[in-house]
């Protein structure tokens, strides 16, 4: 079956619907988690040299979770049955999981080291899906490429307010 027969047959809008609906949800459940908890909270904490503002985090997590969602449509897009196309989605909504759970372990439970815990394989689980998006299909791999240097820049600032603070 070819990608318009499939999306002919599943309806126009189901791929658009479960590309932006899982990065939505998402966002969303990290937001609850995290925005009661930057004042006073994260604002006390100690921060390393390479902390940015924190202006900088709301443009770069809409700038991400838009190319995931476009990342993922790509994949979505696919036809039915193309080898790899249902595992590199299981890689990516368990990074989408990871990434939600993380703000409820470090912003939630103030736990830095909870957040790390969470962030290590977040960090795996963004590698794979790029890496599996990328051999399906290279414009969604290059897709996540932001979130894996994203993640990557989490990783350590998340590992020295654990650091600094612990």
Request: charged share 10%; proline share 8%; hydrophobic share 55%.
């Amino acid at each position: 079956m070819s990608t318009v027969q499939a999306e002919q047959t599943r309806g126009p809008w189901s791929a658009l619907f479960w590309a932006i609906l899982p990065v939505v949800a998402a966002s969303v459940v990290g937001q609850i988690a995290t925005f009661p908890n930057l004042e006073p909270w994260y604002a006390g904490l100690a921060k390393p040299s390479f902390n940015p503002p924190n202006w900088i985090f709301g443009p770069v997590w809409t700038l991400l979770y838009a190319l995931m969602a476009l990342g993922a449509l790509r994949i979505l897009r696919l036809p039915e049955g193309t080898a790899g196309k249902r595992p590199a989605m299981m890689l990516f909504f368990l990074q989408l999981a990871l990434n939600a759970g993380w703000s409820w372990m470090f912003f939630y439970t103030h736990s830095p080291v909870l957040g790390l815990l969470d962030i290590v394989p977040q960090w795996l689980a963004v590698v794979a899906a790029a890496i599996a998006f990328w051999r399906l299909d290279y414009p969604a791999g290059l897709c996540l490429a932001p979130l894996v240097c994203w993640v990557s820049f989490a990783v350590g600032l998340n590992a020295g307010i654990w650091r600094l603070n612990g």
